[in-house]
Structure formats: C-alpha cells, structure tokens
C-alpha cells in the first residue's frame, strides 16, 4: 500500500466572509492510498479554528507514511489509533473508503449498509455583508435554491435577517452566529428570528460557554458546531442544544461521523451535516451522512471558480449522487 498526499488551492468565487475570517480560496490536503492496481482518493481542509492546517496536515501524512512497513495495508480501524481526530484523519480515512470499493466493486454505501443513495437538497450560504447586499443576493438565489444559511456575527444580525426575509419571502432560513453573540443578545433576538421564520441557528455562543444555554428562553432550536466534534463530545451538548452538526473534517472521517449519527439520534439530538471549505471529492463521503440528516448545508463546491471533473453541479441546490470516478 502506497500514500501520497499533496495540497491542491482552489479559488473561490468572491470572498466568503463569516465572523472570525474572510476566505478567499479553499486550501485543502488531497490523498491517495494505492494497493492492487486501484486508487482510492480522500480530501479535507481541516479544522482551521483548531490549528489543523494543511501543512500539519501533510506533516501528519508523511510520518505516517513513513510508519508504514513493506507490505503493510491500513484499514480504517487502525487509523483511528494513528491518527487524531481533524483533516489528515478525515481525507485518509475516506481514501480507505473509496479504496474499499474499488477493491470490492461495492460501493461505499452499500459498505456502510445504506440503501441506495437518494438526490438532496442543500442550503446555500450567505456569507457577511451588509444587509442591503445580502438582501440583493438572496432574492436572485432564491430564483433557483429554495433554502438559504445566513452567515451572523456581530451588531447588525437582525437588519440582515430582516432584509434577507423580504427579499426571499418563501425561501427556507437557517442562519450560523459562529461564536458571536452572548446569552443576552440570544434572548433578545430569538422572537425576532422565531417571527422570521428562521429554523435553526447554529453555535450563538464562544465554545466553552455551553452551560449558558440552560438559560436560552428563545424558540428557535439551537445547533452545536464549533462546541461538537464527534462521539466523545455528546455529553457537553445534551440538554443546551436541539441539533449537532456533524462535519467529516471534524469527527476524522466517514467511519466516526457514520457512528456518530447513531450515537447522536440515540441521545436524542436531531441532525445536521456540514462542510468546511473543498470541492465535490472532500464532500462526496458527507452526502452518506445526509441520508439521515434534518439539515443540510454540503454547497462548499458551489463557491468555487473550478469543482474537480465529475463534481456535483448542484442543479438548482440539489445534490445528485455522484458516480464511482469521483468517489465511493
């Protein structure tokens, strides 16, 4: 078994501007594992607000690789003792997935013991502007996509959600604070969300300040992102958070984010499924985790200038599921 990895930068359309960073490309780490004639790919971008950046990650992939002895073969179980959890984890791991299925000639799914996969709407992101041009924006998106995540942060989140709301009055809403607000300014603008229509609003406080939420008063369900990763965080989330969102780049791959949406449902939490930034290869594996997810926001490609051939197009907001060249 052969692992090679390399960093591929993509250019993003227009700058996508969240709370605590401006993006203007995607940097992602690309893997391949060889063995028997097949290839099998993964791709991840890490976790940036962890310090998981593609150079650890790369620095990650090579020591293993250099671990490896002649004539071994990984498999995914093993990897989650080399590795932790974050990128490097995430784009080998579903490497060895889509590996299997090239070897097998099943696909990934089946090997997950999925039914065949079917076509899924995604939301499409909005990222930090102010109001009017968000407005502006999502009334020519919702021309084509019916549901819209709106990217908050600061002083002027509501101006923005009620300018979105008039000019997208059919369109369905979620919206993603990214740490940025306090339990003070959460309570008061959940009735204004809640009369908006707004579904789900993602991670309102710092990580770390969780507890808090035993005191939100709002009606709008709460969603852990930054505050949950995989399995061993279920108990920090429990009973402050209606949903958690489980992300490949986060849990360490497909084999940790497939356990940790049965983990999750049988804590009684409801699902999401999210993206850092990549293309149609990082985001293949998460439209397994789709299938059993409430929301869900995969559009990360949909920013790019160039996807990788074979990507999803995203018809209208839907994902199509995607032939065996990409992956799986």
């Not at 000639?105 to 990222?127: C, D, K, Q, W, Y």
């Amino acid at each position: 078994m052969r692992l090679r990895a390399r960093e591929r930068v993509h250019a993003l359309i227009e700058p996508f501007v969240i709370a605590r960073k401006t993006y203007t490309e995607a940097v992602v780490v690309e893997v391949e594992v060889e063995a028997d004639s097949f290839i099998g790919r993964g791709e991840a971008a890490g976790v940036d607000y962890r310090g998981d950046t593609p150079d650890q990650m790369l620095r990650q992939l090579q020591d293993l690789a250099e671990q490896l002895e002649p004539g071994a073969d990984l498999d995914r179980a093993s990897l989650a003792t080399r590795l932790p959890p974050g990128g490097a984890r995430n784009a080998l791991d579903c490497a060895l997935w889509d590996l299997e299925a090239k070897r097998s000639g099943v696909s990934a799914a089946a090997r997950a013991g999925l039914a065949p996969l079917r076509p899924i709407e995604t939301f499409v992101t909005l990222g930090m502007d102010a109001p009017a041009a968000m407005a502006a924006k999502a009334a020519r998106w919702t021309e084509r996509y019916g549901a819209l995540k709106v990217k908050l942060g600061d002083a002027g989140d509501m101006a923005r959600l009620e300018a979105i709301r008039t000019a997208a009055p059919r369109a369905r809403l979620i919206a993603d604070a990214n740490q940025g607000w306090t339990l003070a300014q959460l309570n008061d603008r959940a009735p204004v969300m809640a009369r908006l229509g707004v579904e789900l609003l993602e991670q309102p406080l710092p990580v770390g300040h969780d507890d808090e939420l035993l005191d939100y008063r709002g009606a709008v369900p709460l969603c852990a992102d930054e505050s949950f990763d995989d399995r061993a965080d279920l108990h920090r989330v429990v009973g402050r958070y209606a949903f958690c969102n489980i992300k490949l780049d986060k849990a360490g791959g497909l084999t940790e984010a497939l356990a940790t949406v049965t983990a999750a449902r049988e804590a009684g939490l409801r699902l999401m499924v999210g993206c850092m930034e990549g293309t149609s290869l990082g985001v293949a594996p998460a439209l397994l985790v789709a299938q059993g997810c409430e929301i869900v926001d995969l559009d990360c490609p949909m920013q790019l200038i160039h996807d990788v051939d074979g990507g999803f197009g995203y018809q209208d907001g839907w994902m199509r599921p995607n032939g065996p060249d990409l992956w799986g």
